[in-house]
């Protein structure tokens, strides 16, 4: 198993750009998540998907949109980059809403996508 | 305030030391308590998770909540180069995290001296 697989891991926009960062998972899970992870922040959530079809909101969605068709995809779409939005971007992943077998709801992060935004 | 408050140090320990990792947080409603480790250009992994109150132990680590104090820890004994990296707490009123996620700490860089 590949578990979550972020595409592309570097990206260097233009302010006014759009891109589409990738998220793609082979556990079958139900939930999907984006954070960012920017220094002396932490990890901050963007939007997030509890099945296909069903998308929400995190803590900082604005600049952001999401869709998720598919089981195991889950694209996050920047409209127009700006400079604030340079961070490292990951996507997180668990069984459901539900504890999951160890009863712990574990999130399983890709590896990141790093975004710089001139 | 923020919710939860993490030292983000770096901290720097010779080998083989007992290391001490805490969180405050200020949300009493939090039962589900976790400690992410993640290296370097690397996302975040689960290391240890408890609920409610008290001590539990993996190994060379203990995690250890303090629910009256509002304030979390993670013991790391006879410490290896290979501990070297950030430790995010974590935590949930929920069982499986929830759906708006889990309110992490901004992490704790750790650096073990060989």
């Known amino acids: 198993n590949a578990g979550v697989t972020q595409t592309p891991k570097f990206q260097v926009l233009k302010t006014g750009q759009s891109m589409t960062l990738q998220c793609a998972q082979d556990?079958?899970?139900?939930?999907m998540s984006w954070y960012r992870q920017d220094p002396g922040m932490g990890l901050r959530l963007i939007h997030y998907?509890?099945?296909?079809?069903?998308?929400d909101q995190g803590e900082v969605p604005n600049g952001y949109n999401v869709s998720r068709s598919t089981t195991e995809d889950f694209p996050l779409r920047l409209l127009s980059a700006a400079p604030s939005q340079t961070s490292v971007y990951f996507c997180?992943?668990?069984?459901?809403?539900?504890?999951?077998?160890?009863?712990?709801?574990?999130?399983?992060f890709g590896e990141g996508s790093r975004l710089t935004v001139l | 305030q923020k919710e939860v408050e993490q030292d983000p140090g770096p901290l720097s320990v010779p080998e083989g030391a007992i290391v001490s990792l805490n969180c405050t947080y200020s949300?009493?409603?939090?039962?589900?308590f976790m400690w992410y480790r993640q290296y370097s250009r690397k996302g975040p992994e689960l290391l240890m998770y408890?609920?409610?109150?008290g001590n539990k132990e993996d190994g060379r680590f203990t995690a250890q909540v303090d629910k009256s104090s509002k304030y979390i820890s993670l013991f790391i004994r006879d410490s290896q180069p290979s501990d070297s990296a950030t430790y995010l707490c974590?935590?949930?009123?929920?069982?499986?995290?929830?759906?708006?996620?889990?309110?992490f700490g901004k992490g704790t860089h750790l650096i073990i001296q060989p």
């Open positions: 408890t609920y409610s109150s």
């Open positions: 949300n009493s409603a939090f039962q589900y």
């Open positions: 998907s509890v099945g296909a079809g069903i998308t």
């Open positions: 974590a935590m949930s009123s929920y069982s499986g995290g929830g759906a708006d996620g889990l309110t």
């Open positions: 556990m079958n899970h139900e939930y």
């Open positions: 997180a992943s668990k069984i459901g809403l539900a504890g999951g077998p160890r009863g712990t709801g574990e999130l399983f």
